[in-house]
């Protein structure tokens, strides 16, 4: 059963690209959320996805932004990349009716901005 | 702002110490409580978690933790670390159906052999 994945691992960008990360979730989970880990720094949530859509968002700005697919796979779109957007990002994925509320976390995409 | 506090930034302890690390959350109604673990060069990994029915939760490897609600706390306990545990500690809080997960700044904790 596999778990979380994300691509790329790693990715270095020039302030003012743009970049897309993408998440696969763990079989049978239909949510998926992002976080942002700057160094030293616990995750802080960016948005949550379910059934296409976003359930929730955090205190993050329109630069980021997301999408689901069918499959239930996700992508978040940062837009003009600023040097304070260098952080590991995470997905995590769920099952919204679960009995249990658990995330599931995957290993991270290392984003640079110089 | 709910906001969960996690007092120590690192703990360093000689195996066969006993833990214990410190959560507290600023949100009063139902919340789920969560401790993560992010042992170095993998992703974050669940280790124990409290929805509701017994405060004293157990988890994987010998760790536990106790809810206690009007104190508004949440640590985490172990009796006898091991080298192995050396890692980095999340203490997390969702509300009810909410989804998304607040975290503490987590603990680094190390242990000599």
């Known amino acids: 059963d596999a778990g979380v994945t994300q691509s790329p691992t790693h990715l270095i960008k020039t302030r003012g690209q743009q970049v897309t990360l993408r998440c696969s979730p763990k079989?049978?989970?239909?949510?998926v959320s992002w976080y942002q880990q700057a160094l030293g720094q616990g995750p802080q949530f960016i948005f949550q996805y379910y059934e296409e859509e976003e359930r929730q968002r955090g205190n993050f700005p329109d630069r980021f932004s997301g999408h689901q697919f069918p499959n239930y796979s996700s992508e978040l779109n940062v837009n003009a990349l600023l040097l304070g957007d260098s952080a590991l990002y995470l997905c995590?994925?769920?099952?919204?009716?679960?009995?249990?509320?658990?995330?599931?976390f995957g290993p991270g995409t290392r984003l640079t901005v110089t | 702002a709910q906001s969960v506090s996690q007092h120590n930034h690192h703990v360093i302890l000689s195996e066969a110490a006993s833990l214990e690390l410190g959560c507290n959350y600023s949100?009063?109604?139902?919340?789920?409580l969560f401790w993560y673990v992010q042992y170095p060069g993998q992703h974050l990994q669940l280790l124990l978690k409290?929805?509701?029915?017994?405060?004293l939760v157990k988890g994987i490897k010998g760790f536990e933790a106790e809810f206690i609600k009007s104190k508004f706390s949440f640590n985490l306990r172990k009796p006898s670390v091991q080298w192995s545990d050396t890692a980095e500690y999340f203490c997390?809080?969702?509300?009810?159906?909410?989804?998304?997960?607040?975290f503490g700044k987590g603990t680094k904790l190390s242990v000599k052999p």
């Open positions: 949100y009063g109604g139902t919340v789920n």
């Open positions: 409290y929805f509701s029915g017994d405060p």
């Open positions: 995590a994925s769920s099952f919204l009716r679960g009995p249990t509320y658990e995330q599931y």
């Open positions: 997390a809080v969702n509300k009810g159906s909410q989804g998304n997960l607040i």
């Open positions: 079989s049978g989970h239909d949510t």
